[in-house]
T-cell receptor
């Protein structure tokens, strides 16, 4: 089956650091990738949708300059949390799907637990 | 905008028994997808079952089945013969067939299986 690899699985860093999270589709071309944020005991909240080669579309309330998303190839999207602060600590999950016609499932990465000290 | 509501924050069931998780949604679209996802403590998102809105027949996957009531905008999940491995957070989700096709998740239901 289709595999999405997300790296790193866990990161702990100091306040003010910028952190990059990678999301890779290993065996399919991911035309569209999604980035979610999940606080403890809460649901997944969509942060942004990115299509390969174009700018990401951010959901209302998500700071574009804070959460930089790049989707430069059909197999890789990155989320960079710039100048991270403790309130950015959360679980971040990516998902990806192809752009083929008809139903195409979203394949999820295993998530990244970000802790800002 | 579409919304998904899960009114049961927690549910519990005895092993081998049957449990039903509730989900309602709001949309003005006539065609869409509905999903149930399972998130165990590992936090991996696992697709349990999918329903296309244009299909009247309820989807089933082994011990998992849904009761899809389109007019009522209701989409419940029934788990039969519950097993300890079914313990997890369960999320109901909506997805349009047009546009970005992003998933909209409900708040989740934490399911506990009692041995």
């Amino acid at each position: 089956g289709a595999v999405v690899s997300q790296h790193p699985s866990r990161v702990i860093c100091k306040s003010g650091t910028s952190v990059k999270i990678e999301c890779r589709s290993l065996d399919f071309q991911a035309t569209t990738m999604f980035w979610y944020r999940q606080f403890p005991k809460q649901s997944l909240m969509l942060m942004a949708t990115s299509n390969e080669g174009s700018k990401a579309t951010y959901e209302q309330g998500v700071e574009k300059d804070k959460f930089l998303i790049n989707h430069a190839s059909l197999t890789l999207s990155t989320l960079t949390v710039t100048s991270a602060h403790p309130e950015d600590s959360s679980f971040y999950i990516c998902s990806a799907r192809t752009g083929e016609v008809g139903y195409q499932p979203q394949h999820f990465g295993d998530g990244t637990r970000l802790s800002i000290l | 905008a579409q919304t998904v509501t899960q009114s049961q924050p927690e549910m519990s069931v005895q092993e081998a028994e049957t449990v039903t998780l509730s989900c309602t949604y709001d949309t003005s679209e006539s065609d869409y997808y509905l999903f149930w996802y399972k998130q165990p403590p590992s936090r991996q998102m696992i697709l349990v079952i999918r329903q296309e809105a244009y299909k009247q027949q309820n989807a089933t996957e082994n011990r998992f089945s849904v009761n899809f009531q389109k007019a009522a905008k209701s989409f419940s999940l029934k788990i039969s013969d519950s097993q300890l491995g079914d313990a997890a957070m369960y999320f109901c989700a909506y997805r349009s067939v047009q546009g970005a096709q992003k998933l909209v998740f409900g708040q989740g239901t934490r399911l506990t299986i009692n041995p």
